[in-house]
């Protein structure tokens, strides 16, 4: 054991789980040898960055041998999912604006953050780019460590129309006809488009000028959180009236003379129906995400990026309202154009029946507690308290996950970890449904 210790930097990865897998059976169990990891400098191959450690800034990964009360602030580094290790999170909630003055404001969505993280943000009415209904109401939020220097976005949905009918594509383009938002602004009108070719037209221009591309890559659990949320069943969706893509993108680039990386991922749909001689597209960038850190730590929080994504989740009473009032818009443009034009008019009131459609199944999936066949995919499983008998989807990455009742996390994949053993508070332990 000593040589390996002393040779652990030359060890490759699986050889450096079971050296350390070996140091905790011959020191008495998990909670009394820290796993070896290797340097949070190292480059981290993605399909190791399951058990890289989680970065300094992070500050969320805590080592088992951690005392009670200990602050979650630490500078060191611990091997997230391996054994000896935990994750503390807490759930945090951003409202979206209320339907009156009695009640200006609603939780809109929830999810996980590491505990000692700060998070800033919420919905904004009128706070999208363009003038689709459908981007009415615009996410902003952002979540970072206490340093800043890892962070957490979401950004607000684009949605753009086109038809490859020319009669159809001119009365998209006339101002009687034309959609208008918030603003005046108008609902743009552009051709179908791939995912990446949305970042890169759309996204990358707001980054420096000196931002690379380091490489493209589907993100099937986006995908298929998505289309949950569409009520479409699971799988990859590059065929059929409705069509779904997810991407996450690696960059590369220079913020305040410090080098950074990212991960920026973004769900295209694209809504097909007949149009005149052709067909009309209504597509959306859906669930813009980004994951920042410095260079050389970005590998390291990936289980943590995707812990925090599959964690995303509406609130039933705001999908109802929210959609309703976006399907009242599209309702109410069919009706101001159904004397002009009857295809633009049967687009509008198919658009108000999908929302209405999709707010239906939001409020159905969320009454009832299901075995989801796209959980694999996404990542999540349910956990049930055994006090309460309440469900919960959490990561998937984790086997093992307390609460202590004020909406605070931890999760480990250590069977014999105990958290009232090293954090303050009174943990409880849910049961996995399996």
């Given at each position: ?5 002393q040779n ?7 050889c ?9 059976m ?23 960055a ?30 997230a999912?391996a ?22 404001t609603?939780?809109?969505y ?10 800033q ?5 009128g ?12 996410i ?69 000028s ?9 993100f ?107 399907a009242?818009l ?32 939001a ?7 299901a ?13 049930r ?16 996950a307390?609460?202590?009742?004020s909406?605070?996390y ?14 303050s ?10």
């Open positions: 054991m000593a040589c390996l210790k652990k930097d030359s060890l490759s990865d699986k450096k789980q079971a050296a350390a897998q070996a140091s905790r011959a020191a008495g169990g998990a909670q009394n040898a820290a796993p070896a990891a290797p340097s949070t400098g190292s480059s981290t191959s993605p399909a190791a399951a058990d890289a450690p989680i970065a300094a800034p992070a500050a969320t990964a805590q080592s088992a041998t951690a005392t009670r009360g200990s602050s979650a602030k630490t500078t060191g580094t611990s091997t999912g054994g000896g290790s935990y994750l503390v999170l807490k759930k945090v909630q951003i409202t979206g604006p209320g339907p009156d003055s009695a009640h200006p609603m939780p809109a929830d999810l996980l953050i590491p505990s000692t993280w700060k998070i943000g919420g919905v904004v009415f706070g999208a780019v363009t003038g689709c209904f459908s981007d009415i109401y615009a902003h939020l952002k979540a970072s460590s206490p340093d800043d220097s890892t962070f957490f976005s979401a950004g607000p949905d684009y949605s753009w129309q086109y038809a490859d009918d020319p009669s159809v594509l001119k009365n998209l383009n006339d101002p009687k006809l034309r959609q208008t938002g918030v603003g005046n602004k108008p609902c743009p009108v552009a051709k179908p488009m791939k995912a990446e070719d949305y970042i890169r037209q759309n996204v990358l221009k707001v980054y420096p000196d931002t690379k591309v380091v490489s493209v890559a589907p099937p659990e986006l995908e298929q959180i998505v289309r949950k949320r569409l009520g479409l069943p699971p799988g990859a969706g590059n065929t059929g009236a409705t069509r779904t893509e997810a991407i996450r993108v690696r960059l590369a680039y220079q913020k305040d003379g410090k080098d950074m990386e990212d991960w920026l991922a973004v769900a295209v749909v694209v809504n097909i129906s007949p149009a005149g001689r052709g067909s009309f597209y209504d597509s959306h960038a859906t669930s813009l995400v980004e994951f920042g850190a410095p260079k050389g730590k970005l590998d390291a929080n990936d289980k943590l990026f995707q812990v925090i994504v599959s964690s995303i989740q509406p609130e039933p009473q705001w999908v109802s309202y929210s959609n309703g009032v976006v009242k599209y309702q109410s443009q069919a009706q101001k154009v159904a004397t002009i034009n009857q295809m633009i008019s049967q687009f509008n009131m198919h658009a108000a029946q999908v929302i209405n459609g999709v707010t239906a199944n409020i159905s999936g969320a009454n009832v507690s075995f989801h066949a796209d959980q694999n995919v996404r990542e999540v499983q349910t956990f308290d055994p006090a309460t008998g309440k469900t919960q989807e959490l990561s998937s990455l984790y086997d093992h307390w609460q202590n009742g909406g605070d931890i999760m480990s994949n250590d069977p014999s970890f105990n958290p009232n053993e090293h954090e508070g009174n943990w409880s332990e849910l049961q996995p449904v399996r």
